[in-house]
């Protein structure tokens, strides 16, 4: 089956430097990917989404970049600061909008 | 975001016991999902519902029920509750094709 793969599982950086989580995909009909952050105990809530036409989205600290004919897109979070700890899970849809999500990325922001 | 309402926040109950949890939203959304997340582990998908009377069946549907009558409910019955049924589990609405996806506060269910 169609599946996402995240990486790494856990990154630990310290607090002002930048981090990168990667999500691979299977489906090459799949054309939106949301990012989402999900604190302890908390819902998950999207930060930032990407459709296929378009390579790159800012806002803020934080972009996604996508390369569909590589089939992966990644998260990119400059200048992190401590309320930036979390989990972060990528998604991307299937075609009867569906999302299949990544495994998520355990985001340790060190002071 | 209040749009999307989950109750019970937490619920106990024994093996075998039905149990319903129940998801409300205000946005007039399209499509609802439900999914569990387990700890450590991401999300998946139990059941999903494209409109009011069409619903389908997510990756892990096996000992689940929905429904939705009206397009703001899509509650969730677990019809003979088991222990591998504890776990967190979501809500979550979105408009039209591929739109965010917008998540309840979830509710914690434990079965003993």
């Known amino acids: 089956g169609e599946n996402v793969e995240q990486h790494p599982s856990t990154l630990s950086v310290q607090e002002g430097d930048s981090a990168v989580i990667k999500c691979t995909y299977s489906?090459?009909?799949?054309?939106?990917f949301p990012w989402y952050k999900q604190e302890l105990g908390k819902r998950p809530q999207l930060i930032i989404d990407?459709?296929?036409n378009v390579g790159e989205k800012k806002d803020q600290r934080i972009a996604v970049t996508l390369n569909k004919t590589a089939k992966h897109f990644s998260l990119h979070i400059t200048e992190t600061q401590p309320e930036d700890s979390a989990v972060y899970f990528c998604?991307?849809?299937?075609?009867?909008?569906?999302?299949?999500w990544g495994a998520g990325t355990k985001l340790i922001i060190k002071p | 975001d209040a749009g999307i309402t989950q109750s019970p926040r937490y619920k106990i109950t024994e093996t075998g016991r039905q149990v319903t949890l129940m998801c409300h939203q205000t946005?007039?959304?399209?499509?609802m999902f439900w999914y569990r997340q387990d700890l450590g582990h991401g999300l998946r998908l139990i059941y999903y519902?494209?409109?009011?009377?069409?619903?389908d069946k997510g990756e892990v549907s096996d000992g689940y029920v929905v429904s939705r009558s009206k397009t703001e409910n899509f509650p969730l019955t677990l019809e003979s509750a088991t222990r591998s049924q504890t776990s967190v589990y979501f809500c979550?609405?979105?408009?039209?094709?591929?739109?965010?996806?917008?998540f309840g506060d979830g509710t914690r269910l434990s079965i003993l």
């Open positions: 519902s494209a409109a009011a009377d069409i619903t």
């Open positions: 489906d090459s009909a799949s054309n939106y």
């Open positions: 990407i459709r296929s």
């Open positions: 946005w007039s959304h399209s499509y």
């Open positions: 979550a609405s979105s408009g039209d094709g591929n739109q965010p996806q917008h």
């Open positions: 998604a991307a849809s299937m075609s009867n909008y569906q999302l299949i």
